[in-house]
């Protein structure tokens, strides 16, 4: 089976055919794009607006005051100071470019006003800066087999009240031959933690009530297994609330391995996590030779 290919998330793109794009989409497409986008596209957008104004007072010509005669670069250069209502006084519109003059400026005040609010909702948005294990693994505790992952709080603030789920897709069939894709959820030893600041080890127990229960590597290959995880809090600096999510294959899931240790106590009774160190595992011991 191929690796699908993963968002930022971790969660596997979805293509969606059979749905035609809509205008309305555009602003979630922004607000989910990365600032590198979203300030690439209004750039382009802005050399287009005055390219195309610049091409129209060439077309009509001579209706700007001060420019040279079939110029560009003066058509370009006058539709900059219109849209963005520069206005350095040594150009100035006439005739038929009064009116031209006015729709860019009306266009401008729009597309400036929707970038405004575009660019604001988009920084005010809370973020959390949550880092996940880049995979899972399967160990022994108290002769349990466990399956973990572990998340950190990498912006270094409180997140109150933390709440986590954790679910698997899995392929299953009916009694009557029927396959198909079901959610089950994973019980966790601890789903809530008062104050989330540094890391946090999540255990499931792989027992009889598990959805997982008596699986391998290739029984969860074999069943396309997807862990989907889901994490909510109250963010202290900004008391608003935030979340994060994350999505583990079945190839993510090491088996007989544990995480290293990343907290260490300092002297001064202070405690360091090394997040350099956050995604590396080593060989857990072996409790049960036949799984």
């Not at 986590?164 to 031959?177: H, I, Q």
Request: hydrophobic fraction near 45%.
């Amino acid at each position: 089976m191929s690796d699908p290919r993963r968002d930022r998330q971790g969660f596997a793109t979805i293509q969606r055919v059979g749905h035609p794009p809509r205008m309305t989409d555009v602003y979630a497409f922004l607000m989910r794009a990365r600032w590198s986008t979203l300030l690439g596209l209004c750039a382009i957008l802005y050399v287009l607006l005055n390219t195309s104004f610049a091409l129209l007072y060439l077309v009509i010509g001579d209706c700007i005051n001060g420019a040279r005669e079939g110029s560009f670069i003066d058509a370009f250069s006058f539709s900059v100071q219109t849209l963005s209502t520069i206005g350095y006084g040594q150009m100035s519109p006439r005739g038929v470019g009064n009116v031209i003059v006015a729709t860019e400026a009306l266009t401008g005040i729009i597309c400036l006003a929707l970038t405004t609010g575009i660019v604001f909702n988009k920084f005010a948005r809370p973020t959390s800066l949550v880092v996940f294990s880049r995979g899972m693994v399967m160990n022994y505790r108290n002769g349990v087999p466990h399956l973990s992952f572990r998340l950190a709080n990498a912006r270094g603030n409180e997140i109150v009240e933390a709440s986590l789920t954790v679910s698997v897709l899995l392929d299953d069939v009916t009694a009557e031959g029927e396959r198909m894709r079901r959610l089950f959820d994973l019980k966790l030893e601890r789903t809530t933690t008062p104050v989330f600041t540094m890391s946090w080890l999540v255990l499931h127990a792989i027992d009889e009530q598990s959805p997982i229960h008596g699986m391998n590597d290739v029984d969860l290959v074999e069943h396309d297994a997807r862990f989907i995880v889901s994490l909510t809090g109250l963010d202290s600096t900004f008391a608003q609330q935030v979340h994060a999510r994350h999505m583990y294959f079945a190839k993510d899931v090491e088996f007989h391995k544990k995480f290293i240790d990343v907290v260490t106590r300092l002297p001064d009774g202070g405690l360091q996590i090394d997040l350099n160190r956050f995604h590396d595992t080593e060989t857990a011991a072996r409790q049960d030779s036949s799984s």
